[in-house]
């Protein structure tokens, strides 16, 4: 069983930027992707960003141009740089293995203010 840690969350400034960490642990096979979604007011889960096992990301529009998503042994790392206000929400780590059904995180909080 796979268990997925997340840190970093948080009250963050409009403006400025922020670090999400997720750290996998448990019965681990060999991962497809690990990356993270997220969950804002109002709309469906959403994908923020993602790496698979060939280091391809893949960067969903609402933070396109601004996020970065990194990757080491077991983790995934997101930054976030000029947050708005319509980046509010709960951001979930995702990890892929095999054919699997993915594993979650509990969710982050992250909440931007003016």
């Known amino acids: 069983q796979v268990q997925l840690v997340e840190s970093g969350g948080g009250l963050v400034q409009a403006g400025g930027s922020l670090r999400l960490s997720c750290v996998a642990s448990g019965s681990l096979l060999p991962f497809n992707s690990m990356g993270w979604y997220r969950r804002t007011p109002g709309k469906e889960r959403e994908l923020v960003a993602e790496?698979?096992?060939?280091?391809h990301r893949t960067t969903g529009d609402s933070v396109l141009g601004r996020s970065t998503i990194s990757r080491d042994t077991n983790a995934v790392f997101l930054e976030i740089h000029s947050l708005e206000l319509s980046d509010t929400g709960v951001y979930y780590c995702q990890r892929r293995e095999g054919l699997s059904p993915p594993y979650w995180g509990q969710g982050i909080q992250v909440t931007v203010s003016s």
């Open positions: 790496m698979d096992i060939s280091g």
